[in-house]
């Protein structure tokens, strides 16, 4: 309901010949809005808060009795899941929280006058337990287990990182965000990560930010649910090749590598260990790097978190035509090519591929399958080709490995 | 300038100023009895917040329905979240329709709906969210005590303002001590109570969901379908078919106590019934309870589930319907006039060698849900109907729910437009699972509503194996020009069907559902069916018939298409179902 009294001004005899419908005299008797609504959400089950986003999150719509055509007012939430307005009239109101985090409740009456205090108790789509923040290495972690209150999907989790208190889904700097699209139980443990030194443009070191863990459910119009914000020191940066993880092979060698071009170890030229392997591949070719293992890699990463990453130096991109379909990076656990594969195109777009050396980072859960699923814990297989030159190309490979991205 | 534009300002809005805040004014809430008139049709709108209020008020609202409507097409339910039901009653009504003349006037809230109500009901019955079986237990209740199911927090609002006696309160009546369940706990109590005692309907009876799930979200499903349920005095349940595995809204009750449970309902029925007729199941299992959810696991798939559901209640003699969970107004439906409807016959031509023929049975329409979601205003709308033969897979026993809709189906074919009964045959059954002895009336059972709607087809018989000669010989009784199956395997033990003619009568025939979820998209479906037609050079005709659900006949006229430039080596003719069967026949016999 708008109460277009709170923005008269000082009177001036300019003025009056417009009050011809509205006599001034009568607004002496008008009362400013005075009542007090306040209250909070809170989880019905754990006697907690909800927290939510301020910032486009839950509202609480209010509709003033006695009103033909009422405008309706809405109130917002704090990330706290607490709410005041100071500037209410007196009186009886309709109160229904509008866009929620929670399932939905129906509308109520309340008669606000002075200091009124409404608290909603409510189910939140979805709690978090186990919840725990760490800084690792680089590697802002967060560990938790869900527990949704409806049956359907999570939809997604999130981390969200700021220097901001209200940090969250529409407040932050950085953020994560992992796609689940499907039912969770209870049981089922999530991992999700914000690299810090790969986001250095915004973190400076030995500060401190706030992170916020997130997930929403898959319900028509459900807002994020929150774990508890936690303020967190990230130290320093340290050296990116201390990440953990498992190579497939360090490039030091010609061992098992095919190639339809000129394939030669290059000690000048490297990003791990003492060598790169190059090749040059003719026009007409399309081959550049193939190597099938007797003995298959433990990759140690699950399918929802893993990434393929390698250095990879491209002499000249224009060597390159760039359609859909003309290129592939594939790996499979079944020592050859669409056997248990996952495989990833090779577009200078997708990859941000630029000239000289490249850190290609590519996520399992992003690839396509062909030829049933693979096994990754036994990875035997890499090949990496292209089939649209446009004259002879050089490309240098290393460091290919196997970790987990959170 | 500034300051004489705040005032003008002022001025324009000053009729919205609310000077002092008015206290609610207290007022005398009217309770009377609203009258019934005669030749009037009482509608009122459901609200649709997704919320638990907004799920009472639709059972409580289709609850009374049933009972007002036992008397005729007395109240209308105008859904919120479609267009549908102000759709089909503006059908209805238009000059020629069965609701030409009559009155419509609109209950403007939810007192007046009860004032309404106190016309017909005795009284209210109170279920209890803590134990969700107990809303379909009430449901159940309210059908034979001419009730209407109220939550606790209706019942203490409205139940004494309105002057509405208490006949039950199932609040606290049902811990679990009996059978370990106190969703069993409660079934079996109605089962002793109304089901048992012969007060429920052995005619229709209904698998809703209860409110575990649906309620907590405001999700309607199963709220507003309940009118019919009450108007037949039906029994209600909702329980798992499987005994190897936990339902997941009662995951704590001993393995196999719903399946039990589900069995005493079945015997009773067929311990009632004593072969003079058979049992209609209307409704679906709860996907949400019975079957598995990606990532939350469930040892059965939804097809699984629906498969061991038809298989455990047929030799029962119970078939299912199984959509009438997305139905407004059955009940009203319901009372509409029926006259045996006619579809006609093609003329019968001659087969040709070098020929591929195909049939496309357009589905699902097995259930009341599609045929009243898709017939107005739909897929029926569908401009190229009429340009290309097909066959339509209807549930004949639709006309004892939607006997309006069926016959505006049957006015408006074109002389492309055919049917047959789907699934099964009247009703969704697994024919090889009736008891032997109860053939005939299973032939009794569908000659009737064969008759009525004028079908000699059946294209999608549903069995875990290919047809036994004794359901073939009761087939031949009642669609006599051809059947269809889909054989699927679930219980181990049968053998796949190959095509035949029974008798040198009955063409006996399989029906390809590789592609049934491809019409929407027509290159697919044109795919899909390529992969099916093999390459020959043998001159002999060759036929081929696919379901495809829930698409008009653009999409098929599409996918012939591009299957002719796909397959040049085919000479496609799309034919309706009776030259099929008979082309087929002819090529058969020689």
Same mark, same amino acid.
């Given at each position: 309901?708008?109460?277009?009294?709170?923005?008269?001004?000082?009177?001036? !005899?300019?003025?009056?010949?417009?009050?011809?419908?509205?006599?001034?005299?009568?607004?002496?008797?008008?009362?400013?809005?005075?009542?007090?609504?306040?209250?909070?959400?809170?989880?019905?089950?754990?006697?907690?808060?909800?927290?939510?986003?301020?910032?486009?999150?839950?509202?609480?719509?209010?509709?003033?009795?006695?009103?033909?055509?009422?405008?309706?007012?809405?109130?917002?939430?704090? &990330?706290?899941?607490?709410?005041?307005?100071?500037?209410?009239?007196?009186?009886?109101?309709?109160?229904?929280?509008?866009?929620?985090?929670?399932?939905?409740?129906?509308?109520?009456?309340?008669?606000?006058?002075?200091?009124?205090?409404?608290?909603?108790?409510?189910?939140?789509?979805?709690?978090?337990?186990?919840?725990?923040?760490?800084?690792?290495?680089?590697?802002?972690?967060?560990?938790?287990?869900?527990?949704?209150?409806?049956?359907?999907?999570?939809?997604?989790?999130?981390?969200?990182?700021?220097?901001?208190?209200?940090?969250?889904?529409?407040?932050?700097?950085?953020?994560?965000?992992?796609?689940?699209?499907?039912?969770?139980?209870?049981?089922?443990?999530?991992?999700?990560?914000?690299?810090?030194?790969?986001?250095?443009?915004?973190?400076?070191?030995?500060?401190?930010?706030?992170?916020?863990?997130?997930?929403?459910?898959?319900?028509?119009?459900?807002?994020?649910?929150?774990?508890?914000?936690?303020?967190? &020191?990230?130290?320093?940066?340290?050296?990116?090749?201390?990440?953990?993880?498992?190579?497939?092979?360090?490039?030091?060698?010609?061992?098992?590598?095919?190639?339809?071009?000129?394939?030669?170890?290059?000690?000048?030229?490297?990003?791990?260990?003492?060598?790169?392997?190059?090749?040059?591949?003719?026009?007409?070719?399309?081959?550049?790097?193939?190597?099938?293992?007797?003995?298959?890699?433990?990759?140690?990463?699950?399918?929802?978190?893993?990434?393929?990453?390698?250095?990879?130096?491209?002499?000249?991109?224009?060597?390159?035509?760039?359609?859909?379909?003309?290129?592939?990076?594939?790996?499979?656990?079944?020592?050859?090519?669409?056997?248990?594969?996952?495989?990833?195109?090779?577009?200078?777009?997708?990859?941000?591929?630029?000239?000289?050396?490249?850190?290609?980072?590519?996520?399992?859960?992003?690839?396509?399958?062909?030829?049933?699923?693979?096994?990754?814990? !036994?990875?035997?297989?890499?090949?990496?080709?292209?089939?649209?030159?446009?004259?002879?190309?050089?490309?240098?490979?290393?460091?290919?490995?196997?970790?987990?991205?959170? | 300038?500034?300051?004489?534009?705040?005032?003008?300002?002022?001025?324009?809005?000053?009729?919205?100023?609310?000077?002092?805040?008015?206290?609610?004014?207290?007022?005398?809430?009217?309770?009377?009895?609203?009258?019934?008139?005669?030749?009037?049709?009482?509608?009122?709108?459901?609200? /649709?917040?997704?919320?638990? $209020?907004?799920?009472?008020?639709?059972?409580?609202?289709?609850?009374?329905?049933?009972?007002? +409507?036992?008397?005729?097409?007395?109240?209308?339910?105008?859904?919120?979240?479609?267009?549908?039901?102000?759709?089909?009653?503006? %059908?209805?009504?238009?000059?020629?329709?069965?609701?030409?003349?009559?009155?419509?006037?609109?209950?403007?809230?939810?007192?007046?709906?009860?004032?309404?109500?106190?016309?017909?009901?005795?009284?209210?019955?109170?279920?209890?969210?803590?134990?969700?079986?107990?809303?379909?237990?009430?449901? *159940?209740?309210?059908?034979?005590?001419?009730?209407?199911?109220?939550?606790?927090?209706?019942?203490?609002? =409205?139940?004494?303002?309105?002057?509405?006696?208490?006949?039950?309160?199932?609040?606290?009546?049902?811990?679990?001590?009996?059978?370990?369940?106190?969703?069993?706990?409660?079934?079996?109590?109605?089962?002793?109570? #109304?089901?048992?005692?012969?007060?429920?309907?052995?005619?229709?009876?209904?698998?809703?969901?209860?409110?575990?799930? /649906?309620?907590?979200?405001?999700?309607?499903?199963?709220?507003?379908?309940?009118?019919?349920?009450?108007?037949?005095?039906?029994?209600?349940?909702?329980?798992?078919?499987?005994?190897?595995?936990?339902?997941?809204?009662?995951?704590?009750?001993?393995?196999? @106590?719903?399946?039990?449970?589900?069995?005493?309902?079945?015997?009773?029925?067929?311990?009632? @019934?004593?072969?003079?007729?058979?049992?209609?199941? +209307?409704?679906?299992?709860?996907?949400?309870?019975?079957?598995?959810?990606?990532?939350?696991?469930?040892?059965? $798939?939804?097809?699984?589930?629906?498969?061991?559901?038809?298989?455990?209640?047929?030799?029962?003699?119970?078939?299912?319907?199984?959509?009438?969970?997305?139905?407004?107004?059955?009940?009203?439906?319901?009372?509409?006039?029926?006259?045996?409807?006619?579809?006609?016959?093609?003329?019968?031509?001659?087969?040709?060698?070098?020929? @591929?023929?195909?049939?496309?049975?357009?589905?699902?329409?097995?259930?009341?849900?599609?045929?009243?979601?898709?017939?107005? /205003?739909?897929?029926?709308?569908?401009? /190229?109907?009429?340009?290309?033969?097909?066959?339509?897979?209807?549930?004949?026993?639709?006309?004892?729910?939607?006997?309006?809709? %069926?016959?505006?189906?049957?006015?408006?074919?074109?002389?492309?437009?055919?049917? $047959?009964?789907?699934?099964?045959?009247?009703?969704?059954?697994?024919?090889?699972?009736?008891?032997?002895?109860?053939?005939?009336?299973?032939?009794?059972?569908?000659?009737?509503?064969?008759?009525?709607?004028?079908?000699?087809?059946?294209?999608?018989?549903?069995?875990?194996?290919?047809?036994?000669?004794?359901?073939?010989?009761?087939?031949?009784?009642?669609?006599?020009?051809?059947?269809?199956?889909?054989?699927?395997?679930?219980?181990?033990?049968?053998?796949?069907?190959?095509?035949?003619?029974?008798?040198?009568?009955?063409?006996?025939?399989?029906?390809?559902?590789?592609?049934?979820?491809?019409?929407?998209?027509?290159?697919?479906?044109?795919?899909?069916?390529?992969?099916?037609?093999?390459?020959?050079?043998?001159?002999?005709?060759? #036929?081929?018939?696919?379901?495809?659900?829930?698409?008009?006949? $653009?999409?098929?006229?599409?996918?012939?298409?591009?299957?002719?430039?796909?397959?040049?080596?085919?000479?496609?003719?799309?034919?309706?179902?009776?030259?099929?069967?008979? =082309?087929?026949? *002819?090529?058969?016999?020689?």
């Amino acid at each position: 309901m708008r109460h277009t009294i709170v923005n008269i001004f000082a009177s001036a !005899a300019l003025a009056l010949p417009a009050l011809a419908s509205c006599s001034l005299f009568q607004l002496d008797t008008y009362q400013e809005p005075d009542a007090t609504l306040y209250g909070s959400i809170i989880d019905v089950s754990t006697g907690e808060p909800v927290p939510g986003d301020i910032v486009s999150g839950t509202t609480l719509k209010l509709i003033e009795h006695g009103y033909t055509d009422p405008t309706p007012t809405y109130l917002v939430v704090k &990330n706290d899941g607490s709410y005041r307005n100071t500037r209410l009239y007196e009186g009886t109101y309709t109160i229904q929280p509008d866009k929620r985090n929670f399932l939905p409740v129906d509308a109520q009456q309340i008669y606000i006058s002075g200091q009124t205090q409404l608290d909603f108790y409510v189910t939140p789509y979805i709690r978090f337990r186990n919840v725990s923040i760490t800084k690792e290495a680089n590697t802002v972690l967060a560990t938790f287990n869900l527990e949704p209150t409806t049956l359907d999907a999570v939809a997604e989790i999130a981390l969200f990182a700021s220097d901001q208190a209200s940090v969250g889904s529409t407040v932050n700097s950085v953020s994560k965000i992992k796609t689940v699209n499907s039912g969770v139980l209870p049981t089922r443990g999530f991992k999700i990560g914000i690299d810090v030194a790969d986001n250095s443009s915004y973190f400076k070191e030995n500060k401190e930010y706030y992170f916020r863990l997130g997930a929403r459910s898959s319900y028509s119009g459900a807002l994020y649910n929150y774990a508890p914000t936690v303020k967190i &020191n990230i130290g320093e940066f340290v050296d990116d090749t201390s990440r953990p993880g498992v190579f497939f092979d360090e490039c030091e060698s010609l061992d098992g590598w095919k190639s339809q071009g000129t394939l030669a170890v290059d000690t000048s030229d490297k990003t791990q260990g003492n060598a790169c392997l190059s090749t040059t591949v003719p026009k007409n070719a399309l081959l550049f790097f193939e190597k099938a293992l007797s003995t298959p890699v433990d990759t140690q990463v699950s399918l929802e978190d893993g990434v393929l990453a390698f250095d990879l130096y491209v002499a000249d991109l224009n060597a390159f035509g760039w359609g859909l379909g003309d290129a592939q990076i594939e790996i499979t656990s079944g020592g050859k090519a669409d056997v248990g594969e996952l495989h990833w195109t090779f577009l200078a777009d997708d990859l941000k591929l630029r000239p000289g050396w490249n850190n290609i980072r590519l996520s399992m859960a992003g690839a396509r399958k062909t030829g049933g699923n693979i096994d990754l814990t !036994a990875v035997n297989y890499f090949r990496l080709y292209h089939t649209r030159l446009n004259s002879d190309a050089t490309l240098k490979i290393d460091n290919i490995r196997f970790y987990e991205d959170f | 300038m500034f300051l004489l534009s705040a005032l003008i300002l002022l001025s324009v809005q000053c009729d919205k100023i609310k000077m002092t805040p008015d206290p609610e004014p207290e007022q005398d809430v009217e309770t009377s009895v609203i009258p019934l008139a005669e030749n009037t049709i009482y509608t009122y709108a459901l609200s /649709n917040s997704l919320t638990p $209020g907004c799920y009472d008020e639709c059972v409580a609202a289709s609850t009374l329905q049933g009972i007002l +409507n036992r008397q005729g097409p007395v109240m209308y339910l105008y859904g919120a979240n479609t267009n549908k039901t102000s759709q089909w009653i503006e %059908m209805f009504s238009k000059p020629g329709g069965w609701l030409e003349g009559r009155q419509q006037v609109k209950l403007e809230s939810f007192g007046e709906l009860l004032r309404l109500g106190k016309n017909v009901i005795k009284g209210v019955i109170i279920y209890d969210p803590d134990v969700p079986a107990t809303i379909n237990v009430a449901t *159940t209740m309210a059908g034979v005590e001419d009730g209407i199911v109220f939550s606790p927090e209706q019942a203490e609002k =409205y139940a004494a303002e309105y002057g509405l006696a208490i006949l039950h309160d199932f609040r606290s009546q049902f811990d679990g001590s009996l059978s370990g369940s106190a969703k069993n706990d409660a079934y079996r109590w109605a089962i002793d109570n #109304y089901l048992d005692k012969g007060l429920c309907s052995t005619t229709q009876s209904f698998l809703y969901e209860d409110s575990r799930y /649906n309620r907590p979200v405001g999700n309607l499903e199963y709220t507003y379908c309940r009118d019919f349920a009450v108007k037949e005095r039906g029994f209600v349940f909702d329980l798992s078919p499987w005994e190897d595995e936990a339902p997941r809204d009662d995951a704590s009750q001993p393995l196999g @106590t719903d399946k039990a449970t589900y069995i005493r309902i079945l015997e009773s029925y067929l311990r009632q @019934t004593a072969g003079q007729h058979m049992t209609c199941l +209307n409704g679906f299992f709860s996907k949400k309870k019975y079957s598995e959810i990606d990532g939350l696991g469930g040892a059965h $798939g939804q097809v699984a589930t629906e498969w061991e559901s038809v298989w455990i209640a047929s030799p029962y003699n119970v078939y299912m319907d199984t959509g009438p969970g997305e139905v407004y107004n059955m009940s009203f439906h319901s009372n509409a006039p029926f006259k045996p409807m006619k579809q006609g016959r093609p003329q019968l031509g001659q087969p040709q060698d070098g020929k @591929t023929y195909l049939l496309f049975q357009l589905a699902d329409y097995d259930g009341a849900g599609p045929l009243w979601e898709y017939m107005l /205003n739909g897929i029926w709308n569908d401009d /190229n109907r009429g340009s290309i033969p097909v066959i339509w897979g209807i549930n004949p026993n639709l006309i004892d729910k939607l006997p309006d809709i %069926m016959q505006y189906i049957w006015s408006t074919k074109t002389d492309a437009d055919w049917f $047959g009964a789907d699934a099964s045959c009247a009703g969704y059954i697994n024919p090889n699972r009736i008891q032997e002895q109860y053939l005939p009336l299973f032939v009794e059972h569908n000659k009737k509503y064969y008759v009525m709607c004028d079908i000699s087809i059946s294209p999608m018989v549903l069995d875990q194996s290919q047809p036994s000669e004794a359901v073939k010989n009761a087939f031949m009784e009642f669609s006599p020009d051809g059947m269809a199956t889909i054989v699927m395997n679930y219980h181990g033990g049968g053998t796949g069907l190959v095509n035949h003619v029974w008798n040198n009568t009955m063409p006996v025939f399989n029906l390809n559902n590789s592609v049934c979820g491809m019409g929407s998209q027509p290159e697919n479906l044109a795919a899909g069916v390529s992969k099916v037609i093999s390459k020959t050079s043998d001159p002999t005709p060759r #036929y081929y018939m696919f379901r495809v659900i829930w698409v008009g006949p $653009g999409k098929i006229i599409n996918a012939v298409n591009q299957l002719r430039t796909l397959r040049p080596d085919l000479d496609i003719e799309v034919l309706d179902p009776y030259n099929f069967f008979h =082309y087929f026949k *002819t090529t058969y016999n020689q």
